[in-house]
């Protein structure tokens, strides 16, 4: 069987795969603090969330002149 096509085969990170994971672990750390704040409360009302997608959508997910290609891919959902 050719090495490519054995499933168990060792896949290897390469460099431009771990500044993907590092820039996406970038991209979502600040929702883990929402998170934290929406866990703890016993009900979660609109004036909780309102805020957080608001953050979301007009600070997180803005494009940065400084992002790199895949960044802006995972920001705008490509």
């Known amino acids: 069987m050719p ?3 054995n499933p ?3 896949q290897v990170l390469q460099e431009h795969h ?3 994971l590092e820039k996406l672990r970038q991209l979502l750390s600040p929702l883990n603090d929402f998170e934290d704040a929406l866990a ?3 009900r ?3 004036s909780a969330v309102k805020p ?3 953050h979301i ?3 997180i997910l803005l494009i940065d002149g400084a992002d790199l ?3 802006k891919a995972m920001k705008h959902g490509n």
């Open 3 to 5: 090495k490519s096509s």
């Open 8 to 10: 168990r085969r060792k």
């Open 18 to 20: 771990v500044t993907t």
């Open 40 to 42: 703890s409360e016993k």
């Open 44 to 46: 979660v009302t609109m």
């Open 52 to 54: 957080i997608t608001e």
């Open 57 to 59: 959508i007009g600070e």
């Open 69 to 71: 290609a895949d960044t």
